[in-house]
Structures are given as C-alpha cells and as structure tokens.
C-alpha cells in the first residue's frame, strides 16, 4: 500500500546528546559516566587522590595578583569540560562557575581549584539524576545565596533548584549582573 512505512524498534533509549540513559522498571537514571571517565584520563587524574568536596570551602577565589600564571588554554579546558557534566551534575555547578571567572588571567591557585573539581569527580563518577515512575507532581523550588561572597567584586551568587515530587527537573547558580549601591542622608531638624 502506498502512503504507509514500518518504523523499526530501535530499541531502548541507551544514550541521548551524550548522557547516558538507563530505563529501569522503576524508574529512569540519567549520567556521564562515561563522559566523566574520558576527562579523567584526558586530563591524567586516574591516580590522583579523591576529595569529597568540589571546593574547598576555606578559601575564597579572587584574581591572585601575585600568583604564577597558568597556560590559558589548559585552563579554559579544564573548566570547558567539566561544564558540560553539569547537565546532570548539579553538584559541581557552583564549583564550576567560580573557576569559569578566572579564565581570561588564570593563575596556579585557579588551577588548583580547576584540579580539585575532577577529583572530586573522580572520587563519584557513577553519580546521575533518578528519576523515579512515581513520586508525585507537588512543585518545590530552593533558593540560596551567599551575602556578597564574591571577594573581587562583592557580588552575590545564587543558586536554585526545583524539584517535580522527588525529582530534580531545574538548577542553576549565576552571579548577579551589578550592585546597587545607595547613600543615606539623615537631615537634623
């Protein structure tokens, strides 16, 4: 019969735009896991040690002034790669966007920290999003922000989630574009 085509069974949805997909009877996990492990090895982390953390808390980021610059486009690698696990990787969105600042004049500290990002990765390739067949459509959103964390120029940093049920569908962390500054005048009378 003109007019009609068979579509064939392609089978399960394994991998879509380079995140890995497995469809389970209960529930769909999405990762990078393979994506995680070629930047492992690109950039020769496989025997580093692991770090729980993305970011070391203690320290905070600016400009080191007096630092030893690093080869720029390392640099900008080391952050450009690890930006695009952050599709399924809320964990280092945050860590990521701090390091992505200092890719015009990266010194050994921005490095270091660039470093600690993939150890951390090493340390929890495996991990994904789970979305689960059941859990309910109630939407919650988080939001958060440092006061004025930024040390170079003293903007704030926001961060957000929402959440479908128990399932993580939006995320972000952004720096705020400009400060609003203001004077008090108090008149006598």
Not at 123 to 129: A, R
Not at 169 to 183: D, E, L
Request: hydrophobic share 35%; glycine share 8%; aromatic share 10%.
């Amino acid at each position: 019969m003109q007019g009609k085509f068979e579509m064939s069974m392609m089978g399960e949805l394994t991998f879509f735009l380079g995140l890995q997909v497995k469809q389970l009877k209960d529930g769909t996990f999405i990762s990078q896991t393979k994506y995680t492990r070629d930047l492992m090895k690109k950039f020769g982390m496989e025997e580093k040690s692991s770090v729980k953390i993305p970011m070391n808390t203690s320290v905070k980021m600016d400009m080191d002034a007096d630092g030893k610059p690093v080869d720029q486009t390392r640099y900008r690698a080391l952050i450009g790669l690890p930006l695009y696990l952050t599709a399924s990787r809320p964990d280092i969105t945050f860590a990521v966007g701090v390091c992505a600042r200092f890719q015009s004049a990266p010194k050994e500290s921005h490095m270091t920290a660039a470093k600690r990002i993939l150890r951390y990765l090493k340390g929890c390739q495996e991990v994904g999003l789970w979305y689960p067949k059941e859990g309910g459509f109630k939407l919650i959103g988080y939001s958060d922000s440092d006061y004025a964390g930024c040390g170079v120029d003293r903007k704030i940093t926001l961060g957000t989630c929402q959440m479908l049920g128990n399932m993580l569908i939006s995320w972000f962390s952004k720096k705020q574009n400009s400060i609003a500054t203001s004077t008090v005048t108090r008149i006598h009378t």
